[in-house]
C-alpha cells in the first residue's frame, strides 16, 4: 500500500498543485501534498519543472469548471515536451464527468474522485508503472481516515491551518451539486479530530478553521453521540489551541446553543459565515433552503446580542430561475437590514444534476450581470464604510507573516477575519499582536503596533 515511488533517476520529483474553488479543495490539496512529501516529491511554484501535475477541481459554479478546462488543455504543450509527467484531475469536476475526462483530455493520466484523495500516492504509483490511464472513483475513502498519519495536510510553518470535521451535504438545495459530487454528510470522529489539532498545535500553528459543507449538523451518523457544540467544547478543554473558526453553516442548523457558545467560548472568533442566498422567500423556497428572511434576519440578530461584534459574511445568488425585479430587491433589502462585513455574490447558473436545471423562467444573462452589478456595488459601499468604522480600535491579531500585497509590512487578522497590515521592525510571525487601525480599504487595513501580547 505504501510503498515509496520508483525514482526515475536522482534528480529530485517536483510536484505542482493548483487548486480551484473552496477551502475543503485547499484542504484536501494539503494533504496530497502531505502524502506525495512522504514519497519524496518537492513542492514547486515552477510548472514547468514538475514531474507531476495536481489539479484539485471545484464544479459548484460554472465558471470555475470552465477555468478548469481551459487549465488542462494549456498542459497539452507541457505534456508534449516532457512526455513521463503525469497529470492527475481530481475533486468536484472528476467525481462529476469522472472518466469522460480522459477521453476530452488525451493528455491526461488520472481522474481522481473526491474520495480517492487518500489513495493519491498508489494511483501514481501504479500509472507510473504501467503507463495506464485511469480513473478511481470510490464511494468510500479506502483507506485510512482523514486525519490518519499518512494522510495529514501539509502544514509546515503554518500559523493557521484548516481541519475538516465533515464532508458532503443531505440538503439538496435545488441549486446545488455538491451532495452528488461530495455525497452525503460523514462526520470524523471528534477523537481524531482533537488529536489532529493538537499535533498542529505541537507544529506551532495557532488558528484552526474547521470545515465542512456544513458543519453544523457535525455528529450525525456517528457512534458517538456528539452535536458540533460538544465538539467545540472538546476543543476548548483538551486543546490548547488559541483561535477556532468554521465554516459553512446553514442558517436552519444555527441553534440558539452554537449562537450561545460566540459569548461562551472565549476561543472561539467573533466570525460567522453564513450564506443566506437570497432576500426573497418564494425563491429560497424554490432553492429548498428551508427559511424565511425574517428567520435569517432574526438569527443574525440574536448574534449580535450574544457577540456584538461579530464580523459576518455571507454568500448571495443572483437570477435564480424566476428571480423577479422584486425578488431582487428582497435580496437588497435584506443586505441592507444585515450589513455584512463581505459578501461573496454569484450569478445563477445550471449545474448538471441540479433540480433547477429543470426550472423554468430562466433569467437572462444580460439582468443576471446587471443585478450583480448593482448587488456589489451596494456591498462595496457597506465593506468599505465598517471597514472604515475599524479606524481607532485596537484590535488584537494573529501575525501570520509577510504581507503579500504591502511591501515590507506584516500582516495577522483580527477576531473578526479583517486583514491588517501594520510595520514592524521584528518578525512577530506566530505571535499575537494589538494593533491601531489608522485606515482601512476595501479588502483590508492598515494599523500600528500598539504592544506585543506575551
Ligand atoms: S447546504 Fe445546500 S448549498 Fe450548501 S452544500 Fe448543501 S446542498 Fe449545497
Redesign the pocket.
Known amino acids: 500500500m505504501n510503498q515509496p515511488l520508483q525514482a526515475p533517476s536522482d534528480r529530485p520529483r517536483y510536484l505542482y498543485v493548483q487548486t480551484f474553488g473552496c477551502q475543503m479543495n485547499e484542504y484536501d490539496s494539503r494533504r496530497v501534498e502531505g502524502i506525495l512529501a512522504a514519497e519524496g516529491y518537492r513542492l514547486t511554484d515552477d510548472i514547468s519543472l514538475a514531474d507531476v501535475i495536481f489539479l484539485n477541481t471545484c464544479s ?1 459554479r460554472d465558471k470555475a469548471e470552465q477555468k478548469v478546462h481551459s487549465f488542462l488543455g494549456r498542459l497539452r504543450r507541457l505534456k508534449k515536451r516532457n512526455p513521463d509527467l503525469k497529470i492527475i484531475v481530481a475533486g468536484c469536476v472528476a467525481q462529476q464527468i469522472g472518466k469522460g475526462l480522459l477521453s476530452r483530455f488525451e493528455h491526461l493520466d488520472v481522474v481522481l474522485g473526491t474520495r480517492g484523495i487518500s489513495s493519491v500516492a498508489q494511483v501514481l504509483d501504479r500509472v507510473s508503472k504501467t503507463g495506464e490511464r485511469l480513473s478511481f472513483l470510490p464511494l468510500e475513502e479506502p483507506s485510512a481516515e482523514p486525519g490518519s498519519k499518512e494522510d495529514l495536510p501539509f502544514n509546515a510553518g503554518q500559523v493557521a491551518a484548516s481541519v475538516t470535521v465533515m464532508q458532503g ?5 435545488t ?5 452528488y459530487v ?1 455525497g452525503r454528510e460523514r462526520s470524523r470522529p471528534s477523537g481524531e479530530i482533537v488529536k489532529e489539532i493538537n499535533g498542529l498545535v505541537a507544529c506551532g500553528v495557532r488558528e484552526v478553521l474547521l470545515l465542512g ?2 458543519v453544523n449538523s457535525y455528529g450525525r451518523g456517528l457512534e458517538e453521540s456528539v452535536s458540533f457544540i460538544d465538539l467545540l467544547k472538546r476543543i476548548h478543554e483538551e486543546t490548547d489551541i488559541q483561535r477556532i473558526r468554521f465554516t ?1 453553516s ?1 442558517p436552519k442548523d444555527l441553534t440558539d446553543g452554537l449562537i450561545e457558545c460566540f459569548a461562551t467560548l472565549p476561543r472561539l472568533c467573533g466570525c460567522l459565515h453564513l ?1 443566506f ?1 437570497s432576500g426573497s422567500d418564494r425563491i429560497l423556497k424554490r ?3 428551508v427559511y424565511t428572511s425574517a428567520e435569517y434576519i432574526g438569527k443574525i440578530e440574536k448574534l449580535r446580542l450574544c457577540c456584538p461584534e461579530i464580523g459576518l459574511t455571507s ?1 448571495v445568488m443572483v437570477g435564480f430561475p424566476g428571480e423577479t425585479e422584486e425578488d431582487f430587491q428582497d435580496t437588497l433589502r435584506l443586505m441592507d437590514r444585515v450589513q455584512f462585513d463581505n459578501l461573496f455574490s454569484f450569478r445563477y447558473s445550471d449545474r448538471p444534476y441540479a433540480r433547477s436545471v429543470e426550472f423554468p423562467d430562466k433569467v437572462s444573462e444580460d439582468i443576471k450581470a446587471r443585478r450583480l452589478a448593482e448587488l456589489q456595488a451596494m456591498q462595496a459601499e457597506i465593506t468599505l464604510r465598517k471597514n472604515r468604522d475599524e479606524i481607532g480600535k485596537v484590535r488584537e491579531i494573529l501575525v501570520e507573516g509577510p504581507s503579500k500585497t504591502s511591501n515590507g509590512q506584516l500582516t495577522g487578522r483580527t477576531q473578526q477575519n479583517k486583514i491588517v497590515n501594520f510595520e514592524s521592525t521584528g518578525d512577530l510571525t506566530g505571535s499575537f499582536a494589538r494593533v491601531r487601525v489608522i485606515d482601512a480599504f476595501s479588502h483590508s487595513l492598515r494599523g500600528e503596533l500598539v504592544a506585543d501580547l506575551p
Open positions: 459548484v451535504c443531505n440538503n439538496f438545495c441549486y446545488c451539486i455538491v451532495p461530495r459543507q456544513n459553512t446553514h450564506p442566498q432553492m429548498n433552503r454568500d
